[in-house]
């Protein structure tokens, strides 16, 4: 039996890649454990005699609240993540028939982890990424704004003459000034404004800087990312970007600070896409992205930088439709906001993509301006499909006069689905409150917004049936290798990694803002902004993070070996794809993921 265990281990990773010297060690310390089928192995906060593996039998896992969250069979390990915590177990587990196990002491465990490259590894649970070198560059699709800005950049009031406020930039060797009254910024001035409109026109020296200032700029958040401030400025051909946090200025990037950096390749088809003359010109832009995120993969960036640099490519392609579409129809006769949801809303497109959209009207909107925004809709529409964003199957989209409304009925919709949470509230809730603007005027938006999330976030009701909606979405854990696959059909022996992966924490995300009332629509800033407001634990916080990092990783990795070879992209992976140890950190993965959901359920949301 021994023989037999010896050469079981030997054979297994990451225990098959240390050196013959430490295996050797390892195999003197080593314990055998027998357990009968329905006995304990360990409880919940118990102290643990070591990391477990499988050698024959079954085992079952369970969380806090004794919901089964993992089915362990041979080759299976278990125990590491209280080991590495603090020593705890933070699950129950229970032999699910006779199982032999074979237990390596802690302090054996911390050794090896220590001092051997591929057994820590292994049981890194933080891993995200591939190892490709590239992910020691450092560019601009990895460098947050707040990096890459000027802070406190020199400000001046709007009543400074432009004599002084040229003196002033000439004195201080800067390019611009951010005019700011009562602390908040209200225009920018430019050396070019100084040029093309006060000297050009000859204006007197004790004109007010608000005569030629451009008002209300365009600005970014210390939390956007570099590529951000690249795509912005090339799609509206600014040479200065101010940012502000909270309605405070609080710095500014300029081209100059951007030279420092390396560009990204998506700013090709960004500056394509916003010159673009025809929807077929927007075509051709759009028909090269899947072998962007290919090269994106490649090149080691992770998973949410490269969805948020594809819907930037989206929210361009967009734009341009809506001004072509103010181009073919005459300017609007009302003001609107046209706004994506789904994927594009929470910036996490990837190369299967769909078009979820809808228009909010201002209200007292007369019925010939209504009439309007009609083949208004359906060009930008049939603009997206053309381009790859093709129809969405429930007719989620501006084009539905029940997505093309004034903001007075869109407060009664989402009044309507808070007190009465039916089924279709549920569902078009969890769409809708994936709602972000990208075209037209974003102040349409913004009360709409806050008054449904503070509304939602005390209406304990509609929380709660929300959160069942929220749990419909199981996580694929089974017996074979842990991992439940698509029984029959065209994906049979396949995991859906976007019903099955990504949308159980994109739900779990939402569930948060609502919780916390929370603003934040990608479900990554969601997840942080939770943790951050203490509506999750920080240590539950946390595992969620590094499970959705490596789910969404997975599935994107997915999606790019089948562009290389010749496929069309889609969410279905076969487990078999994977090696022993991808398909371990994945079962890990959706370990976590369901204790959370069952957390939820119970009305916390806490991991141990």
């Known amino acids: 039996m021994t023989d037999t265990a010896l050469s079981f281990l030997k054979q297994l990773h990451p225990y098959d890649a240390l050196p013959d010297r430490a295996f050797h060690a390892l195999w003197k310390d080593v314990m055998f454990r027998t357990y009968p089928a329905g006995t304990k192995i360990y409880d919940l906060g118990e102290e643990l005699d070591g990391l477990y593996v499988v050698e024959s039998g079954q085992v079952t896992v369970r969380d806090e609240n004794g919901n089964v969250i993992s089915q362990l069979q041979r080759e299976n390990s278990f125990g590491e993540r209280g080991l590495i915590k603090h020593g705890n177990a933070v699950t129950s587990a229970y032999a699910q028939d006779d199982c032999r196990l074979i237990c390596i002491p802690p302090t054996l465990f911390h050794k090896l982890r220590a001092d051997h490259e591929p057994f820590r590894r292994f049981f890194d649970r933080t891993r995200t990424t591939t190892s490709n070198d590239a992910l020691d560059t450092f560019d601009l699709t990895r460098v947050q704004v707040e990096t890459l800005m ?10 400074m003459t432009i004599q002084a406020a040229a003196q002033k930039m000439r004195e201080d060797r800067i390019s611009c000034l951010c005019v700011v009254e009562k602390k908040k910024l209200i225009g920018i001035l430019t050396v070019r404004d100084l040029s093309g409109k006060a000297l050009a026109q000859g204006l007197a020296h004790d004109t007010p800087v608000s005569q030629i200032m451009t008002p209300d700029p365009r600005v970014l958040s210390p939390s956007a990312i570099g590529s951000d401030v690249l795509h912005m400025m090339m799609e509206y051909r600014l040479g200065h970007l101010p940012i502000v946090e909270a309605g405070k200025l609080v710095g500014i990037v300029t081209q100059t600070d951007l030279t420092r950096f390396q560009a990204s390749n998506t700013a090709g088809f960004v500056s394509d896409a916003a010159r673009a003359e025809t929807t077929q010109d927007l075509a051709a832009v759009t ?53 994506a949801c789904g994927s594009q809303g929470r910036q996490e497109q990837t190369g299967v993509s769909d ?123 089974g017996l074979l290798k842990g991992l439940a696959t698509i029984r029959s059909g065209e994906h049979r022996n396949t995991v859906d990694m976007k019903l099955s ?16 009332n929370l603003e934040p629509v990608n479900t990554r800033a969601r997840l942080q902004a939770a943790i951050a407001s203490d509506v999750i634990s920080t240590s539950g916080g946390r595992d969620l993070l590094d499970a959705y990092d490596l789910v969404a990783q997975t599935r994107l990795d997915h999606q790019a070996r089948q562009i290389k070879r010749g496929k069309a992209p889609d969410n279905f992976l076969p487990p078999a794809e994977l090696s022993a140890f991808e398909r371990s950190h994945l079962r890990d993965a959706f370990v976590v993921i369901k204790t959370m959901q069952s957390a939820l359920m119970q009305g916390r949301g806490v991991l141990g």
Not at 151 to 158: K, Q, R, Y
Not at 501 to 516: F, N, T
Request: a negative charge; glycine letters at 6%; one cysteine or more.
């Open 355 to 477: 078009q979820d959209n809808c228009l909010i009207l201002e209200d007292d909107i007369d019925e010939r301006a209504l009439s309007y925004f009609e083949p208004f809709a359906q060009f930008v529409s049939d603009g997206l499909d053309a381009c790859g964003y093709v129809y969405c199957p429930g007719d989620m989209m501006a084009t539905n006069p029940r997505w093309r409304q004034p903001v007075a009925v869109w407060h009664e919709y989402f009044q309507h689905w808070i007190k009465s949470p039916s089924k279709e509230a549920q569902m078009l809730a969890s769409v809708m409150f994936d709602l972000r603007p990208i075209g037209g005027d974003f102040s349409l938006f913004d009360g709409l917004q806050a008054d449904t999330l503070k509304a939602a976030s005390v209406n304990s009701i509609f929380t709660a049936h929300m959160a069942t909606n929220a749990l419909t979405h199981a996580t694929p854990l």
């Open 287 to 339: 028909k090269r992205i899947p072998n962007l995120l290919v090269q994106l993969v490649a090149a080691g960036n992770r998973h949410d930088v490269v969805t948020r640099m594809i819907t930037d490519i989206a929210d361009v392609v967009t734009r341009r439709l809506l001004a072509q579409a103010e181009e073919k129809f005459g300017p609007p006769p009302a003001r609107y906001v046209w706004l």
């Open 501 to 516: 992966g990504v949308v159980p924490v994109v739900d779990l995300g939402r569930m948060y803002a609502l919780q916390g």
């Open 150 to 159: 000027v802070p406190d950049p020199v400000t001046c009031a709007p009543a």
